[in-house]
Structure formats: structure tokens, C-alpha cells
């Protein structure tokens, strides 16, 4: 959530950075309603140190010796109950703005970092970095990982059709024990890197959606269960972050790193005829998640650490990537800054996302009400948030079985992976 303070003290300012990300945002009526609320809150102030004079007077007055039922006591009564439901009708006024201006400010955007390059869409992305273009098969007749999987006996969508729906998948054999490995894997390294496992639910309430800001602007991507107003977890940086909402920490606790495997559930309601083949795009996906809760200060170093850990694991499977600077038209809902790693696909002959790196700032801090307190200093501030995939497993499967592939049909294991599932080929 924006910083209302900000909206107020910089309208136009706010208002130009949003149009940023491609889109038509106007504050005017959150400013208006704002300003409604401070003018209500100030007359109810007023109210409230009458109140107070009147209570004092009528205390003064009995300890003088009048009786309640002096006319002057009970003057002062009736003023003060007057005064009394005023003020209490100007906090129903105040309560209702509130509410109004909190339904006008969940549905922006957050801000885009200064940092963040000025661009329309993802063809204005900057590349920042490659990596492992000696890595990259030169093998030409490489089939796409759904054919090579489907060959080995590994992968099967028909048959997860019929239990389910279109994209979803079964994993058979040595496939499932393939995704299991990878998962392993990525755990192993970024606990070694000092990241604290967390198992969180796979559903969630309203509150935690809104959050982290899946709502109320992806409701159309989510899965819902009505009955009991849960929602499957479309990534699990939605739980792990709001395992400290309502929270005040202390600056000591930060930072607060978090990896987490869960299984993603996405609709991918904008998607149609999008990758309706393979791992890339599906309902229901594995992924480990990097999470951190930082100090404002250290956010920026944080997230460039958080890139480098997820680019770690695509550098130790030797899967060839590229790292690319989303633009302001590109960016995510919450997200201040993002990089993409994108991995090569041979048979797509191009790269694809395998993870996006988010910091998000403030943002879903304020939503979430997750502060803390450093100590010989007043008040609380927001935290800072930053995410990312560490990987998207079914993804990090489908590159490996498409540049480890060989031309005799099998596929190498990745040597880090080797130990994992107890063998050196598919």
C-alpha cells in the first residue's frame, strides 16, 4: 500500500510515477477524501478538549459544593452529552472515509524504484547479464522437454487430464524423483546460505492475500474455496510474509531470511493459448521461494544478494541464463525493482523466466502492518520485503531435460544432482 502522507504531500509527484507502469492512475478523490477526514478528525479534536473542560468544570464545581442538580451542572451536562454525540458521529464519518480511502488505495500499484528504468513494456527490459553460453547444446534435432519426458516415461499430462484439468501433470518414476532432487538441491544451498526453512500452509485467508497485494486486484487469478474463505497459495511468499503481519520486531531480529518449497496454484486466467504444452505454464507448480524482511537501509544490497543466490543455483546445474532489468511497464503489482532470470530452452530457441526477484519496499509491509522498533529511537518504521524464486522447479526440469538432452535420446543428470537421485542418466 502507498504511503497516504506521500499521496498528500506529493500528489502530482505519486500520480507521474504510477503512469509509469503503463497505465491511467488518478489520486485526485483519495486526496479530496483525505482531506475531508483530517478536517473531521480535527473538528472531532476539538470536541474531545471540550469534553475535557467540561468534565473538569463539573469537578471543579461539585468540589465548590453545588449539587448535580444545580441548574449550572446541569447545564454543563447537557453540553457535554451534546458534545459527546457529536464526536461520535464525526468518528462514524471519519471510520466510513477511512474505509473509502483504504478501497481506492488497495487496488495501486507501488511505486517504481528510482533505480528502476523508465520503459512501456518488456521490450524495453534491459539485459544486464549472461551466463553459460558455453553450456548451450549444440545437439539441432533437441526435443522439447514434454516430448523427451513423455519418451522416457516421466512425464504424463493425458492421464493428469483426466484426474484434473488441462495443465496440470503427473510426474512418474524416476520423474517424480527428479523434481524431488531439485527441490533438495535448492534447499540445501540456500540454508547453507543462511536461509531458515519454513513449511507454511498451502491456504490462506482474505487478509494474508491482501496482504502481500494478490488482492483484491488477482482474485481472477487465485483458487478459491468459498466455504471457508481460503485460498490456495499462488506462490508461497504470501504466507512466509505474513507469518510477521501485525508484527513489531526489533531492528536486532533484522534481517529475516526465509526459504520455502510449496506447491504455486495460478489459474492463468490471462494465459490463453499461452504454453498450453509442458511445464512452463500450469495450475498447479512446485517452487522454492527466497524471501527477506530487512532494514530500509540494507534493502538495496539485499535484493542484488537475493539475485546472486538465485543465479547461484541456475550457475551449479550449469543451465545457461541471462538476467534482465524490468522496465516501469513491466513490473510486477508490488514490486519497487525486479530482475528476471531467464534460462535457455533449445527447443524453444529462446530464453524463459525461471524466477523474478522483487524488492518490494515498504509496499506490503504497510498492508501488512510489519514494523519495527530500533532501540533509543521513537516510533516504528516498515519494514522492507524482497522475494524471489529460488527456483521454479517444474521450470529448472524442463531446462535440464532440454540442454542436458542427448542425441541418443537419454539425459544427463546435472553433476550437483548426481548424489541426489542416485544415478548419472535418464
Known amino acids: 500500500?502507498?504511503?497516504?502522507?506521500?499521496?498528500?504531500?506529493?500528489?502530482?509527484?505519486?500520480?507521474?510515477?504510477?503512469?509509469?507502469?503503463?497505465?491511467?492512475?488518478?489520486?485526485?478523490?483519495?486526496?479530496?477524501?483525505?482531506?475531508?477526514?483530517?478536517?473531521l478528525e480535527g473538528n472531532r479534536s476539538q470536541l474531545q478538549a471540550r469534553s475535557n473542560e467540561i468534565a473538569k468544570l463539573i469537578g471543579q464545581k461539585r468540589k465548590s459544593g453545588l449539587p448535580l442538580e444545580s441548574p449550572e451542572i446541569q447545564t454543563l451536562q447537557a453540553e457535554g452529552n451534546e458534545v459527546g454525540t457529536q464526536s461520535n458521529e464525526l468518528q462514524?464519518?471519519?471510520?466510513?472515509?477511512?474505509?473509502?480511502?483504504?478501497?481506492?488505495?488497495?487496488?495501486?500499484?507501488?511505486?517504481?524504484?528510482?533505480?528502476?528504468?523508465?520503459?512501456?513494456?518488456?521490450?524495453?527490459?534491459?539485459?544486464?547479464?549472461?551466463?553459460?553460453?558455453?553450456?548451450?547444446?549444440?545437439?539441432?534435432?533437441?526435443?522439447?522437454?514434454?516430448?523427451?519426458?513423455?519418451?522416457?516415461?516421466?512425464?504424463?499430462?493425458?492421464?493428469?487430464?483426466k484426474i484434473a484439468a488441462p495443465r496440470f501433470v503427473s510426474l512418474v518414476g524416476v520423474g517424480a524423483a527428479l523434481e524431488r532432487a531439485i527441490i533438495q538441491f535448492m534447499l540445501d544451498r540456500h540454508i547453507k546460505a543462511g536461509y531458515i526453512e519454513v513449511i507454511p500452509p498451502f491456504l490462506v485467508n482474505t487478509e494474508s492475500l491482501t496482504a502481500t497485494g494478490q488482492l483484491p486486484k488477482f482474485a481472477e487469478e487465485s483458487f478459491k474455496c468459498d466455504r471457508d474463505d481460503l485460498w490456495l497459495i499462488p506462490t508461497s511468499e504470501v504466507p512466509v510474509v505474513n507469518l510477521y503481519r501485525g508484527e513489531i520486531l526489533t531492528a536486532e531480529q533484522l534481517p529475516i531470511y526465509h526459504c520455502s518449497f510449496t506447491p504455486c496454484f495460478r489459474r492463468e486466467a490471462g494465459s490463453y493459448g499461452k504454453d498450453t504444452r509442458g511445464l512452463i505454464r500450469l495450475h498447479q507448480f512446485n517452487k522454492v521461494e527466497l524471501v527477506k524482511l530487512v532494514h530500509p537501509s540494507t534493502s538495496e544490497a539485499e535484493h542484488e544478494q537475493l539475485v546472486q543466490d538465485a543465479e547461484g543455483v541456475l550457475q551449479a546445474l550449469k543451465l545457461p541464463y541471462r538476467t534482465i532489468e524490468l522496465c516501469t511497464g513491466d513490473l510486477g503489482f508490488a514490486a519497487a525493482k525486479t530482475y528476471d532470470l531467464e534460462v535457455w530452452l533449445p527447443s524453444a530457441g529462446k530464453y524463459r523466466e525461471i524466477s523474478s526477484c522483487s524488492n518490494v519496499a515498504d509496499f506490503q509491509a504497510r498492508r501488512a502492518n510489519i514494523r519495527f522498533k530500533e532501540a533509543g529511537k521513537k516510533g516504528t518504521q516498515f519494514v522492507h520485503a524482497l522475494n524471489g524464486s529460488g527456483l521454479a522447479v517444474g521450470r529448472t526440469m524442463a531446462a535440464i531435460l532440454e540442454n542436458y538432452q542427448q542425441p541418443d535420446g537419454t539425459v544427463k543428470v546435472p553433476e550437483v544432482l548426481q548424489s541426489y537421485l542416485g544415478r548419472e542418466v535418464l
Not at 505519486?14 to 475531508?36: A, F, M, P, W
Open 1 to 39: 500500500m502507498l504511503d497516504l502522507k506521500l499521496i498528500r504531500e506529493n500528489p502530482q509527484a505519486v500520480e507521474d510515477s504510477l503512469n509509469t507502469r503503463g497505465g491511467n492512475y488518478e489520486i485526485e478523490q483519495i486526496v479530496e477524501l483525505d482531506k475531508q477526514q483530517r478536517e
Open 92 to 161: 462514524a464519518q471519519e471510520k466510513e472515509l477511512k474505509a473509502q480511502i483504504e478501497t481506492l488505495l488497495l487496488p495501486l500499484p507501488n511505486l517504481p524504484g528510482k533505480s528502476t528504468p523508465l520503459g512501456k513494456n518488456e521490450e524495453e527490459n534491459i539485459e544486464i547479464r549472461r551466463w553459460g553460453d558455453e553450456y548451450i547444446p549444440q545437439n539441432p534435432n533437441i526435443l522439447s522437454h514434454w516430448e523427451i519426458g513423455e519418451k522416457l516415461g516421466i512425464i504424463n499430462f493425458e492421464r493428469a487430464v
